[in-house]
């Protein structure tokens, strides 16, 4: 029994990417049915395959104890490579075809008061966290800060400053608790924030940053709107990187030092 | 053909990927600043000139348009390869910082929405006005 589960999932692994266009394919189905039959279409289908997607990717890391989700798997892995950033990202720039150029530029300045802002108000707030939980150091509250901004500034941040490891990893998952919560929340504030314009979808995307977290959260809400979030939010980790060890850095010094 | 299409799509995003790279290297950091965001706006510009003299035959379309319209599933599963039981066993602290600055961003959503001045009609509106093409 156990040999002919190998010789199959040897099959399942030699194929992966074709295994993930099955899986993931059954499961937005599955996802449009649930929407459909039991919500009345009142949550879109694409919120509940984000939802099951994310359920799948916690169970992934509590079986295997790895870090990418479901894909840790081995007949599985290609789900990593179709949720990667090479797919997603051509998958995102995609998006932007048929879009005409004024209305990126007539956006533009919003979203660019968005982006730092966003990016201000994430160390703020991640940092008084910090604080709240017995962290004081200024590179401790920068690096914390820095994961509230994108569990990528977190980390360079920190490894910028000489935060010790254990800040660090508090910071990826500062960061990682914002995206799960944006792909998540998006769709069900959308409207009580006046998410439905080319305008307020850059600002979305500039306030948040966190690019997966925009991508499911504009996906699941409308996909119209993806392009604009995601051109803002593509800024946001590069702008935080570069703020981040140096001017907040330096104010929070000031601040706490 | 597809190809055409698919080939634009990917110079494109390695153009943005190559210059946000060479931007991030010019300001000292080492990340990408806005590669994806350049390789957009390329994608636009470049279509564009291309439909308008011509070049653009739906074959071509179809092979962006495919990567468009898989964008969901392509989401979908990233969000299955994420690192969800980091982000819930990161601790009180990670939690809480994180869900709060989700919280405050949401609410600055329409406060910074309504600091400029021009109207935005809802995406439904401004899609079927469209008359001039």
């Given at each position: 029994m156990m040999e002919i589960w190998e010789s199959l999932e040897s099959v399942l692994s030699k194929y992966s990417l074709v295994t993930a266009f099955s899986l993931v394919g059954i499961m937005v189905w599955v996802s449009y049915l649930i929407s459909s039959r039991i919500t009345k279409g009142r949550i879109h289908g694409s919120a509940i395959a984000i939802l099951f997607g994310l359920l799948l990717a916690y169970a992934g890391g509590a079986i295997t104890?790895?870090?990418k989700g479901i894909a840790d798997i081995a007949c599985l892995s290609g789900i990593g490579l179709m949720g990667g950033a090479m797919l997603r990202d051509l998958a995102i720039v995609a998006t932007?075809?048929?879009?005409?150029?004024n209305e990126f530029t007539k956006t533009g300045l919003s979203g660019v008061v968005a982006l730092l802002a966003g990016v201000l108000l994430s160390f703020f707030v991640g940092a008084l966290v910090a604080y709240a939980f017995g962290y004081r150091d200024a590179v401790s509250m920068t690096t914390i800060g820095g994961g509230a901004a994108t569990y990528i500034v977190g980390p360079v941040t920190g490894s910028a400053l000489g935060a010790s490891s254990e800040i660090i990893a508090l910071s990826v998952a500062a960061g990682l608790v914002k995206s799960i919560l944006v792909m998540i929340m998006t769709p069900f504030v959308a409207k009580s924030i006046g998410l439905d314009n080319p305008r307020s979808a850059m600002i979305f995307g500039g306030l948040m940053g966190t690019t997966s977290g925009v991508a499911g959260g504009l996906a699941a809400t409308d996909e119209r709107l993806v392009p604009y979030g995601a051109m803002a939010a593509t800024f946001y980790t590069g702008l935080g990187c570069l703020l981040g060890p140096s001017v907040i850095f330096v104010v929070m010094n000031i601040i706490v030092g | 053909m597809a190809i055409y299409g698919t080939a634009l799509l990917s110079i494109c995003l390695l153009t943005g990927l190559l210059l946000g790279k060479l931007l991030g290297i010019v300001i000292g950091i080492d990340a990408n600043v806005g590669g994806v965001g350049i390789a957009m706006l390329m994608l636009i510009v470049v279509a564009e000139k291309l439909h308008q003299s011509g070049h653009m035959p739906q074959p071509s379309r179809n092979g962006i348009l495919f990567w468009s319209s898989i964008y969901i599933p392509i989401v979908v599963a990233m969000a299955a390869s994420q690192n969800v039981r980091a982000a819930i066993t990161g601790g009180p602290a990670a939690i809480i910082a994180g869900a709060l600055v989700v919280a405050i961003s949401f609410a600055l959503v329409p406060l910074i929405s309504r600091l400029g001045s021009a109207d935005f009609d809802p995406v439904e509106q401004t899609n079927s006005d469209g008359g001039e093409e």
């Open positions: 104890g790895g870090e932007a075809f048929g879009v005409r150029l | -």
